[in-house]
């Protein structure tokens, strides 16, 4: 019996966290709830998503379009350019740090943004949830590092 409504399935923004190794331990229900926490944002080509230095409050998730990651002087010499699938400024989600680099659209685009605080509010209602994806934070900040050491010079 073809089923035109299925309950079960996934709303076209929760189809894409699933596809995303940060989120690739989580059930369909899991998935779901984290969308609920999830705000999406729209920019234009060359608006800034955030300074360097300023104060980090959220996470971002590039769902369509590509964002440069830029230190202060060096405007014309991107660190990373993150297309569609990629997640930056994963740190403030864990401390209280100000932003290492700056954030711009390198193209129109749109982005899913977890604030800190709905983090935390994911964290008190969800804990299982929230220690999934901080374990792949874990995993991903890990493998940076290793990257770094070895002097590798690829993406944030």
Do not use: N, W
């Not at 980090?56 to 297309?83: H, M, N, S």
């Not at 700056?102 to 943004?113: D, F, H, I, K, N």
């Amino acid at each position: 019996m073809l089923k035109l409504f299925d309950k079960r399935a996934l709303p076209a923004r929760s189809r894409d966290l699933k596809k995303m190794a940060l989120f690739a331990d989580l059930s369909r229900r899991e998935i779901r709830v984290v969308d609920g926490f999830m705000h999406e944002r729209r920019y234009l080509a060359g608006e800034v998503v955030f300074d360097e230095g300023e104060q980090g409050e959220a996470f971002y998730i590039v769902l369509q379009g590509e964002v440069l990651i830029l230190r202060q002087g060096q405007l014309d010499q991107p660190l990373a350019t993150l297309g569609s699938g990629s997640f930056f400024g994963e740190l403030a989600l864990l401390d209280d740090a100000p932003r290492s680099a700056q954030a711009r659209a390198g193209s129109q685009c749109t982005l899913l943004v977890l604030f800190r605080g709905d983090f935390l509010g994911l964290m008190q209602s969800h804990g299982l949830i929230a220690s999934k994806i901080a374990m792949q934070l874990a995993r991903h900040l890990a493998s940076r590092v290793r990257s770094m050491a070895r002097g590798d010079s690829g993406p944030l």
